[in-house]
């Protein structure tokens, strides 16, 4: 609960460790969403994922597409579990 209370305030420091957080999420995320996004635009991937441009119009134009569509869908849902997370408990009374 540290990082959410730097998160909070209006700082430089804050500034720095959002950024440095994105960085960290980025990494799994992609790796998360290239296997799904590959599965949905019917790439015919190498054993270590994206077989990459030049082997026809679905690996060039087709997953990049679908592959950004899918991080997007993936990062609302985490904001939405994250702004869920986060609500203010009501109080007993």
């Known amino acids: 609960m540290v990082l959410i209370k730097i998160l909070k305030r209006r700082d430089a420091a804050s500034i720095i460790v959002a950024i440095l957080v994105a960085m960290i999420v980025a990494q799994p995320l992609s790796m998360m969403t290239q296997r799904l996004a ?20 679905k690996n ?13 869908i993936v990062l609302e849902i985490l904001a939405w579990i994250y702004i869920l997370a986060n609500r203010p ?3 007993k009374k």
């Not at 990049?64 to 997007?72: C, D, N, T």
């Open 38 to 57: 590959s599965k949905i635009s019917y790439v015919n991937n190498g054993p270590y994922g994206y077989a990459g441009p030049g082997n026809g119009w």
């Open 89 to 91: 408990m009501p109080r």
């Open 60 to 72: 060039e134009y087709l997953f990049p597409l679908v592959w950004a569509l899918v991080q997007l």
